[in-house]
């Protein structure tokens, strides 16, 4: 065991008491999926409310599989990983006190995703960084207000049911901008106009230029 791993095993058997936050940030392969899977654990029983476990590497070769007893953490407000795997247990029905939720450097098939924003009933900001290939990502959380993307989609997102949403930042990709594509973006300037509570739209250069390129399959929704 390093002197670094020790440590943390040492601060954490050391504590008496819950555990409301835990924030671990290296850019080094100091830890091994058992550290973390052991401090996941150990967390998971004592309370934890904030969660953030950063291990960052320039070839993005380290993607980290969640154990599933994180899952079972209904204290949770914030969660925030950085390459990461999210593969919830059959048994799991949402986060019910989640607030913030933010992964970063991520590879999951869109319907988990799309699915675990779903159940988390109190979600209120969504921060979403250096995803690969997302596809027609669909978004329903009642209470979100804040939603950031940023990484490539072969399908653009769906906002179907965000009426609380006041803030949105888009910087994303598409990987194929054709027919379906195009059509695609139609339906989400849709979306758009019918947040009445919007008031931030920040659309990255690229996506905007796709956004107004012109479009004779959109159909014009002014009803003029």
């Known amino acids: 065991m390093n002197r670094l791993v020790y440590a943390v095993h040492h601060v954490l058997l050391s504590h008496c008491g819950s555990i409301d936050t835990f924030k671990l940030s290296t850019r080094e ?36 599989e969640l154990p599933s007893c994180l899952f079972s953490c209904q204290q949770l407000t914030h969660l925030h990983i950085t390459n990461v795997l999210l593969e919830p247990p059959d048994t799991f029905h949402g986060f019910r006190n989640l607030v913030h939720l933010q992964l970063d450097t991520f590879v999951n098939k869109t319907e988990v995703l799309a699915s675990l924003v779903c159940v988390c009933p109190v979600l209120e900001r969504l921060v979403l960084k250096n995803f690969e290939n997302l596809a027609h990502f669909s978004i329903q959380a009642l209470k979100l ?76 929704t002014t009803g003029t």
């Open 145 to 220: 207000n804040y939603l950031y993307l940023e990484g490539s989609l072969t399908l653009p997102i769906v906002l179907q049911n965000c009426p609380a949403l006041a803030a949105i930042s888009l910087g994303i990709e598409l990987d194929n901008f054709e027919f379906q594509v195009q059509e695609s973006i139609c339906h989400l300037v849709d979306d758009l106009s019918r947040l009445t509570n919007l008031e931030c739209l920040n659309i990255s250069s690229w996506f905007l230029t796709m956004l107004f390129q012109p479009a004779s399959n959109c159909e014009d």
């Open 29 to 64: 392969a100091a830890f091994t999926t058992c550290d973390f899977d052991s401090w996941t654990h150990f967390l998971s029983k004592n309370g934890i409310k904030e969660l953030s476990l950063e291990y960052v590497c320039s070839a993005h070769e380290f993607k980290y």
